[in-house]
């Protein structure tokens, strides 16, 4: 069982920054590929980035590549999403998500753990 905790969410002006962070309890954290997914008003769950056990393989969305930068820390059960340049559509609540997995996932539906959300709002 992993429970994950986001935060850094807020209110940021476009063109700005955020580091979210998310953090999981449990001794396994490095047996857990990662992912970040968001959620804006009205809209389905859409992927955003992802992040294999170690942290040497990661994954965007066109939407975000080159502005958001995912990380890892496994000594601190943490990961990390860099978010520059912010955009009003990048507005949304931000969910990390954990999988007991070696490869990247995309999908929302494989992931096992969820945590509960952290507001992100771009205004412009």
């Known amino acids: 069982q992993v429970q994950l905790e986001e935060s850094g969410g807020g209110l940021v002006q476009a063109g700005g920054s955020l580091r979210l962070s998310c953090t999981a309890s449990?001794?396994?954290?490095?047996?857990?590929?990662m992912g970040w997914f968001r959620q804006a008003p009205g809209k389905e769950r859409e992927f955003v980035s992802a992040?294999?056990?170690?942290?040497?393989?990661?994954s965007y969305a066109d939407s975000v590549k080159g502005r958001f930068t995912i990380s890892r820390d496994n000594a601190k059960n943490t990961v990390y999403l860099q978010m520059n340049s912010l955009k009003p559509e990048d507005t949304a609540v931000y969910y990390c998500?954990?999988?007991?997995?070696?490869?990247?996932?995309?999908?929302?539906?494989?992931?096992?753990?969820w945590g509960q959300g952290t507001q992100v709002t771009v205004s412009s």
């Open positions: 449990g001794r396994t954290f490095s047996r857990y590929g």
């Open positions: 992040i294999s056990r170690s942290g040497g393989s990661t």
């Open positions: 998500a954990a999988k007991d997995i070696a490869v990247i996932v995309t999908r929302s539906i494989v992931y096992d753990y």
